[in-house]
């Protein structure tokens, strides 16, 4: 928000400038430490995902805005990886199935053949 003021004591004119603060929850690994939610590791692992993939740059942008909305009106103050992950999994499944299975082939580090299929499947 723009906004024009003028100075108590010499009368002058100035524009100041306020911006919202959002505050996304901190994300609590796996092994307990917390860090910043970086909204740029979103967006390279789901780059990576969809790469040659016929997915539009403002599809991501649309997904990833989702995925803010859903842990902004969570309210919570920390969430756990596990759960970002799952958010993000689910946000490709609807974009692009084969970004979804390579994704999720790495997140849940599959450790034989039958699980894979059984996420195909599941598709």
Same mark, same amino acid.
């Given at each position: 928000m723009r906004r024009r003021r003028r100075c108590q004591s010499c009368d002058k004119r100035f524009t100041t400038y306020e911006r919202a603060e959002i505050a996304l929850p901190s994300v609590v690994k796996k092994d307990g430490t917390r860090a910043e939610f970086?909204?740029? /590791?979103?967006? +390279? *692992?789901?780059? =990576?995902?969809?790469?040659?993939?016929?997915?539009?740059?403002?599809?991501?942008d649309a997904a990833i805005e989702r995925i803010q909305?859903?842990?902004?009106?969570?309210?919570? /103050?920390?969430? +756990? *990886?596990?759960? =970002?992950?799952?958010l993000v999994m689910r946000e490709l499944k609807r974009i692009d199935k084969v970004a979804y299975v390579r994704f999720a082939s790495v997140y849940r580090s599959f450790e034989d053949v039958d699980e894979f299929r059984q996420l195909i499947r599941d598709i």
């Open positions: 970086d909204i740029g /590791k979103i967006r +390279a *692992s789901m780059t =990576l995902a969809l790469r040659k993939r016929p997915v539009s740059v403002e599809q991501i909305d859903k842990l902004l009106n969570s309210g919570a /103050k920390e969430v +756990a *990886s596990t759960r =970002l992950g799952e």
